[in-house]
């Protein structure tokens, strides 16, 4: 039966019960054994973002003057940012929604700089490294420019040959990741800034996910190389404090060396009846909780929780990669520079989506990548109580998929195989939509109805195109 308004309102009482009970099957990040989506910092933390998001629940930013507070503290938290990032006192920047959000502003406002400054600019691309988040391509696809993707070496990092050989005189903008989501590397900043200065180019920092814990990991004398506003060149950089600076959901800021640059990404009509409109990114109403909560989450923080929370982070993610490396057949993928450990598997017998499987089903949140299967942990500080507990069950799932290899044609295993084979990748995209399609269906109230199906579809048509291939092959 579809969903329907209540004739008459509820007791508040009813209504929370019944969201209490809908949370049942729900990852649970409290206990350590989701890695990434939430970025927990226990429940004290937890009942300050509450109370702050709670006060300025029903405000709105799209009106500064209306909320004089609200643009007092999100102009706080861009300067507590900038500070962090060792920007310099010309750096400016706005709060958006999440760093969806940044990296679209970012790539929106390169390219209309180049409608201004390089009008030549008729077909607009981005380079960067494969490993840059697909949140980016999707910008460009939003806003009709091209991404020029280039490879990354064996640990992860852009090539920077091929970063010189891909920029054109239609490139708006090169980005790099500090780090990289994939597998948490930090690209070379530094020569790729040198890059874009030559060319006069802009150049945009992804550190969505490391920007409020790198500064951190730095003071803890942890090394990755330069990525920040102290590398010259470097215009413009994204930071979510949603992530790893512990604030409530949706919230980033994005930051530009100068006003110079910043200005392009502003939104201005005044032709409308309703009056003259200005907007600094892509919402129009910009809800007021997620820019207090970032700024309580600040306060309340501090240096010294955040520098707390980073070491165990940190301690945490470090007795991870140690403990992975001891099992035979697994490898961590890319450099130490951050808190984010993926593995894959270099041994035939030892699928990766098999032991993901295993891992899922001793209770934890799996996050399963390609290129090369493998599975990725971002490893926060609520995962330090329980990286022996993941390790213990790592082990033995090791054990169990080696003694059944077939469990990888079996249950997620055998799907998430065949996406990744897939070579025609127009099929697995086909099949994502029609999943995605049933999943916002009419009436559809669970998350993956018929996926299974979807994608058995895909691998049928696989299988068709591949027995086709061979029919001609054997044709004399
Ligand atoms: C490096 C990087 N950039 C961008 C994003 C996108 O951020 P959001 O999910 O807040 O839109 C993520 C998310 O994990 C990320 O890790």
Redesign the pocket.
Known sequence: MRARIPTRGRPADGVLTDMESFRARDANYKGGRTF?LVYWAGDAHHDLLKRAHGMYMAENALNPMAFQSLKRMEAEVVEMTAGLLSAPPSAVGSMTS????S?MVAVFAARERARVKRPWVRRPNVVMPTTA?V?LDKAAHWLGVRIKRVPVDAKGRADLRAVKRAVDRNTVLIVG?A???PWGVVDPIVEMAAIARRRRIPMHV?A??GGYILPWLERLGVWFPGWDFRVPGVTSI?A?V??YGYAAKGA?VLLYRDMDHMRHQFFVATHWPGGVYASPSMQGTRPGGPIAAAWAAMQGMGESGYLDKAREAWDAAERLRAGIRTLPGLRVLGLPHSTVVSYTSDDPGLDVYALADQLEAAGWHVDRQQDPPSIHCSVGAANAGVIDDYLADLGRAVSVVRADPSLATRGNAAMYGVIAAIPVRGLTDRAVRDAMAQMYAPGATTAAPGVDATVERAARALKRVKDAVRGIWRQP
Not at 98 to 101: C, H, I, N, P, V
């Open positions: 990434s999440g760093g969806t959000e990296l988040h949140a990741s780090p990289s989501y992804d969505c996910f994204s979510d949603h992530k980033s």
